[in-house]
């Protein structure tokens, strides 16, 4: 059977991030080169070994929704709403004349809602004993509730689950979203992720694991990717949200058409439960695979936002498989790890980091790596990192990558539009 696939393009982003609460608050910040992380503000940190993260700042949750309902909401189904709202709005998703039964949602988070749990249990143990949980505890705290919410809204009836794969989450959701679409399963989508664990057991427990940078002097330069003396991730929270739509839909309704969604990739690394691939196996496999699927060769590629989290092994890792799927071409790239800037949002950290790939395809310039002090000798000097200060560059295709816990990857490729 012959099946012709449909083109997919981006009419709509929002986000809520560390760095602002806003697309282009977001964006203008990443450019120039501004740390989102701080002394954490959300909870007591005396006890904690860090006591910093890249917080969304400036969010009051009545700002958007009535206190009522705002009680009736994690944190980061809060996120994903605000950042919904905002795609939806860019996208003019809501006009007249779209067939709502052919507009889905897809969501990602790893986690979901952490602090609603929390809570439950702190109330739950200061009392005799007697179950009394809030009748919103389940709903609350759910993964696939942030999509249910955005669906009931907007009145979205197309197909709506959520994906969980631990920091890949949401750019699953954009690759599902993208395969939804062009097999004309939908008409669009509002993909994407939302993260809110800037708790006592997220700090906690990446603490235990050894995962966080404990720079607590310095947090704003904690973030190192691909420094010498990079020591773990800054843990962040906020949302990202991108509307994806078939081209010919797109083009009938008049929408402006911000990006292509060019292919993806999802492989795993079959290997540790934490730690990546020590030659980048998975890496270099879901690269191969985004490219193949995009129909685009190595050299095509112009940007790499790259996961890049800050730790020891992982940067190395995904660098050795950068440098064994591009060859020579890897000299001509720009790479560049948002993450120095927002910190990792963890399930939302492949959609805020999709819409700076995205970005960086319509303006033309690659947000900066910061917080560089020391070469790393196990890196080739030769790669451009784009350390301390965005450079200037035409971006015809850039690719994003995520990489989860359990071994999980993938990568999405965007590029200009074209007719």
Not at 13 to 21: K, R, S
Not at 90 to 116: A, K, P
Not at 195 to 223: C, D, H, Q, Y
Not at 256 to 275: N, Q, R
Request: glycine share 10%; with cysteine.
């Amino acid at each position: 059977m012959n099946l012709t696939l449909k083109r997919v393009v981006v009419t709509g982003l929002g986000a809520v991030t560390p760095l602002g609460n806003d697309v282009p608050s977001y964006w203008d910040a990443l450019i120039n080169g501004v740390s989102g992380a701080d002394g954490i503000k959300q909870f007591d940190v005396t006890k904690f070994k860090t006591k910093f993260a890249c917080e969304v700042k400036n969010f009051n949750p009545e700002d958007f929704f009535e206190r009522k309902e705002a009680r009736k909401l994690d944190r980061f189904s809060q996120l994903a709403l605000v950042a919904a709202d905002e795609a939806v709005r860019h996208s003019n998703l809501t006009q007249e004349g779209i067939d709502h039964d052919r507009v889905g949602i897809i969501w990602g988070s790893g986690i979901g809602g952490m602090i609603t749990f929390i809570e439950e249990m702190k109330n739950f143990a200061a009392g005799d004993g007697t179950p009394r949980f809030n009748p919103f505890f389940i709903p609350k705290l759910i993964l696939d509730i942030a999509g249910g919410h955005i669906s009931m809204k907007y009145g979205f009836r197309g197909p709506n689950f959520s994906t969980v794969s631990a920091c890949a989450s949401s750019t699953n959701s954009i690759i599902d979203a993208f395969n939804y679409i062009r097999l004309g399963k939908a008409d669009a989508f509002i993909c994407g992720g939302s993260e809110a664990v800037v708790t006592e057991a997220g700090i906690g427990g990446f603490n235990a694991m050894k995962a966080l940078s404990e720079r607590n002097g310095e947090p704003k330069t904690a973030s190192r990717p691909f420094d010498l003396s990079r020591d773990g991730f800054v843990l962040g929270e906020g949302a990202g949200a991108i509307v994806v739509e078939e081209y010919e839909h797109a083009k009938r309704r008049g929408a402006h058409i911000i990006a292509e969604v060019a292919g993806g990739g999802l492989s795993a690394d079959a290997y540790h439960l934490t730690a990546p691939h020590p030659e980048g196996l998975g890496a270099y496999n879901v690269m191969r695979s985004a490219l193949a699927d995009a129909g685009l060769k190595p050299e095509d590629i112009d940007y790499i936002n790259v996961h890049g989290t800050s730790t020891p092994l992982g940067d190395i890792s995904e660098i050795t498989a950068i440098q064994r799927v591009f060859g020579s071409h890897a000299y001509e790239l720009n790479i560049s790890s948002t993450k120095s800037m927002t910190g990792h949002l963890l399930g939302a950290a492949g959609a805020i980091e999709a819409i700076a790939s995205i970005m960086a395809t319509v303006h033309d310039i690659i947000p900066p790596t910061i917080n560089h002090f020391t070469d790393d000798p196990s890196f080739d000097p030769r790669l451009n990192f784009t350390f301390t200060t965005a450079q200037k560059r035409v971006v015809n295709a850039a690719l994003s990558n995520t990489f989860g816990f359990g071994g999980h990857n993938a990568s999405v490729i965007f590029k200009k539009p074209s007719d």
